[in-house]
């Protein structure tokens, strides 16, 4: 097909671009991976403490990315200590938990923390380009990946004083890519654990300087009080606001160290009593020019969490588990009475299949992401593929500049979509059909045969046929006759990438916490797979089950069963 592009009023014809890929089963590659968290104040809980709750979304492995962990000493001036919550093996800190005094959680802001740098080059000068100090050369490191069996292979990576050399853009300009994370002395206190807070304002001042890209952190102390920050350096921007890729050549532009704590943007005790992030915006203003933005979430699980906070008075520690466990529809809502309002009774008559589509969407539903529901699955199938038509026609200036772009990247594209089909502005839509109901019929069209041709009755393609689950162990795949008893068994589980129970593929709550600061006994914590690696551990999949299920399981270990004893030789 052709698409039209109108620049400047002026129609000019272009190649296809290169088509958008479908995701047609989950895939743990998908770009929407993130987390939720939320804190509740004091006056908002029935205990009288503050909660915070904390879920992150990764990709789940067996086994499980963290290490459930209860640390307990003694420090140099006789003060007990305590910290619980989850690690990761090996590391010397805790990431999320509590230290009985101040309970905190982590999500991906999703704000901008690297820039891309356009570097100042002559191709008389093929091994330098220009800084703010003149000319200089490029270092360059010869990495080496060893692979058994084969010879080394050599990689030359260039680096700049700004970072690591990146290919070339599509105009063929040379950049550089500055990170947060690339800098040594902010990255070496990364590892500082929160262990000794005692109230949120020390745990925001600690947070505030630690190298790691920026997480929205929400932290609750011992006093009944709530508040967010970035755990995570943020740079100092002068004469750029992170948007566009320019020359930091003559120093105009650049990062003039970090922000300091006091710079760094902060909410405590807000008088609604309650915060969430989900890795959507949280701040406005002058606020979210420090954060800038990189590439937030689109706001549906936030809503959710919000709603359902601000309606509850009186939280238990149970309620934010169910909060957790949450899988409603309300972000396809509107999208299924689009698909209803395109099927009415003009359009289905004498067309069985788009019939037999409007019964599915309009009987098979019950408000949920639900494993058991085909009308969820046609209708979240429908906005991917409606979303792949227009944005195919409207973006086909950046295809035809760029066949690397890749518009799915884009998580808030949910915005326009909606306005270009509700709005439906002739002059962006493909002209390969007659009117936007044409082409949002023909979605159906397709869709609806190709279902057809896979699996017959439309009533039978459920969300679990097309969400899968798979946790896997990474060696499962390499041994086909036993590494089935590696993975966790596939199963049909609630959930979408935009309710707040995330489950798509491989993408899950990698872990479920509940805790109040000071009531660590009465903590929620969940785990998918198990605390062992080891297969024949009874410990590999202890957990699961509760984790599907969503059984309220304990924080604080129980007596001890097993001692395990490092001894000095």
């Given amino acids: 097909m052709l698409f039209r592009s109108r620049r400047a009023g002026r129609p000019t014809v272009l190649h296809s671009p290169r088509p958008i890929a479908s995701t047609e089963v989950a895939t743990a590659g998908d770009t929407a991976i993130g987390s939720n968290n939320w804190a509740v104040s004091a006056a908002h809980t029935r205990s009288g403490a503050a909660l915070v709750a904390n879920d992150m979304h990764l990709g789940i492995r067996v086994p499980n990315t963290w290490y459930r962990a209860r640390l307990e000493w003694t420090d140099i001036g006789g003060m007990p200590r305590t910290l619980v919550g989850v690690t990761l093996p090996g590391m010397p800190a805790l990431v999320v938990g509590s230290n009985t005094q101040v309970a905190w959680g982590f999500t991906n802001t999703y704000a901008d923390w690297s820039d891309i740098v356009v570097l100042d080059t002559d191709p008389s000068r093929p091994n330098e380009y220009r800084t703010p100090d003149g000319w200089r050369r490029f270092e360059v490191f010869d990495e080496v990946i060893d692979a058994a069996g084969q010879a080394p292979e050599h990689l030359s990576v260039r680096w ?126 002058e606020e979210l020019q420090a954060l800038g933005d990189g590439n937030w979430e689109v706001g549906s699980r936030a809503r959710i969490i919000r709603d359902r906070l601000v309606k509850a008075e009186q939280v238990t520690a149970s309620d934010m588990l169910a909060i957790q466990l949450d899988t409603s529809a309300t972000f396809l809502e509107r999208w299924r009475q689009l698909v209803l309002d395109t099927l009415n009774d003009a359009a289905v008559t004498g067309h069985p299949d788009r019939q037999a589509f409007r019964d599915v969407v309009a009987n098979s539903w019950n408000g949920q992401a639900d494993p058991a529901s085909a009308g969820y699955r046609l209708t979240r199938q429908f906005r991917d593929r409606v979303s792949e ?181």
């Avoid at 990364?190 to 920026?214: D, K, Q, R």
């Avoid at 609806?448 to 017959?456: D, K, N, P, V, W």
């Fill in 160 to 285: 700049t004083i700004w970072g690591p050399v990146l290919p070339a853009d599509y105009r063929g300009r040379a950049r550089a890519y500055r990170w947060t994370a690339h800098d040594a002395e902010t990255l070496a206190r990364t590892v500082t654990p929160l262990e000794g807070a005692a109230t949120i304002e020390a745990a925001m001042e600690e947070a505030s300087t630690l190298g790691t890209p920026g997480q929205n952190m929400v932290v609750a102390d011992r006093s009944g009080r709530i508040g967010w920050t970035v755990y995570g350096a943020m740079p100092r921007r002068v004469g750029l606001d992170g948007r566009l890729p320019v020359s930091w050549a003559d120093g105009r532009a650049r990062w003039d160290g970090w922000l300091s704590p006091a710079e760094t943007p902060r909410l405590v005790d807000p008088p609604s009593g309650r915060i969430w992030t989900a890795n959507a915006r949280v701040v406005g203003g």
């Fill in 389 to 569: 038509r227009v944005f195919s026609f409207v973006l086909a200036d950046c295809y035809e500049a760029d066949p690397t772009f890749d518009y799915s990247i884009i998580r808030r594209r949910e915005g326009p979509l909606w306005a270009l089909v509700t709005a439906r502005p002739a002059h962006l839509l493909d002209p390969a059909f007659a009117t936007w109901e044409d082409l949002l019929r023909d979605v159906v069209d397709t869709l609806a045969a190709r279902l057809r041709g896979e699996g017959g009755d439309l009533r039978a393609r459920t969300w679990a046929e097309l969400n899968v689950t798979a946790y896997r162990h990474p060696l499962s795949a390499a041994l086909p006759l036993v590494g089935r008893w590696l993975d966790m068994p596939q199963q049909a589980l609630a959930g979408d990438l935009y309710t707040p129970q995330v489950h798509w593929g491989a993408i899950g709550a990698s872990e479920r916490l509940v805790v109040s600061p000071g009531r660590e006994q009465e903590g929620i914590l969940h785990m998918p797979t198990g605390q062992s690696g080891h297969p024949l551990s009874p410990f590999y999949r202890n957990s699961h089950e509760a984790w599907v299920e969503g059984r309220a399981t304990p924080l604080m270990p129980g007596p001890t069963t097993h001692t395990l004893m490092l001894l000095p030789r």
